[in-house]
Nanobody, 125 residues
Framework: QVQLVESGGGLVQAGGSLRLSCAAS????????MAWFRQAPGKEREFVTA????????FYADSVKGRFSISRDNAKNTVYLRMNSLKPEDTAVYYC??????????????????WGQGTQVTVSS
């Protein structure tokens, strides 16, 4: 079992920045591929970005490419999402997810084995 806890969400003005963290605990959590998804009110869950277990490969949704950056510190069992140039349409609950295949980089939510409880990000215009 892997437990994931997100933090760092909040209210920010458009153009601002936030950094989300996802702390993982449990069996061999540092060997999992990790991802961030988001879900806005009334919308389906949306893929944001993913990172391989080593951090050597990353993958972004077109909507966040160039603005968001994913990274990980396996010594701390933590994955980060740096969000710059935030827009009101980035408002959502952000979830981190873990994939037991450490080489997998997939945007499909159903491929992920573990999920956090989410952290709210609100961007005001």
């Amino acid at each position: 079992q892997v437990q994931l806890v997100e933090s760092g969400g909040g209210l920010v003005q458009a153009g601002g920045s936030l950094r989300l963290s996802c702390a993982a605990s449990g069996r061999t959590s540092s060997t999992y591929a990790m991802a961030w998804f988001r879900q806005a009110p009334g919308k389906e869950r949306e893929f944001v970005t993913a990172i391989s277990w080593s951090g050597g490969r990353v993958f972004y949704a077109d909507s966040v490419k160039g603005r968001f950056s994913i990274s990980r510190d396996n010594a701390k069992n933590t994955v980060y999402l740096r969000m710059n140039s935030l827009k009101p349409e980035d408002t959502a609950v952000y979830y981190c997810a873990a994939h037991s295949d450490r080489f997998a980089l997939t945007s499909r939510g159903q491929d992920y084995d573990y999920w956090g409880q989410g952290t709210q990000v609100t961007v005001s215009s």
